[in-house]
């Protein structure tokens, strides 16, 4: 089991910044990739950021690229997005993700990871 903590939300004006921050605890040792999805009210739950644990970053969204960035510190085991120049469009829960064994990367991609975070709000109002 791997059980994912997630910080960092809130409330930011928009052109504003906020850092993510997932820390994965239990059975680390067998995680590959870990990632970023949000999903906004009515809307399905969409990937923002993935990267692997020994560096590959997959492709950011249009809706986010050049604007948030997904870095990763292994030795805390901790995933983290930078979000900067937010818009009132990001609006919505942030949710970590891990992805393990086979497969692992499309999985990830593919919004079928092993685990979920319980996510954390964000949202960008004036």
């Known amino acids: 089991q791997v059980q994912l903590v997630e910080s960092g939300g809130g409330l930011v004006q928009p052109g504003g910044s906020l850092r993510l921050s997932c820390a994965a605890s239990g059975s680390i040792f067998s995680v590959n990739a870990m990632g970023w999805y949000r999903q906004a009210p009515g809307k399905q739950r969409e990937l923002v950021a993935a990267n692997t644990w020994s560096g590959t970053v997959a492709d950011y969204p249009d809706s986010v690229k050049g604007r948030f960035t997904i870095s990763r510190d292994n030795g805390k085991n901790t995933v983290y997005l930078q979000m900067d120049s937010l818009k009132p469009e990001d609006t919505a829960v942030y949710y970590c993700?891990?992805?393990?064994?086979?497969?692992?990367?499309?999985?990830?991609?593919?919004?079928?990871?092993?685990?979920w975070g319980q996510g954390t709000q964000v949202t960008v109002s004036s």
């Open positions: 993700a891990v992805a393990q064994g086979s497969s692992f990367w499309h999985r990830l991609l593919n919004g079928r990871p092993d685990y």
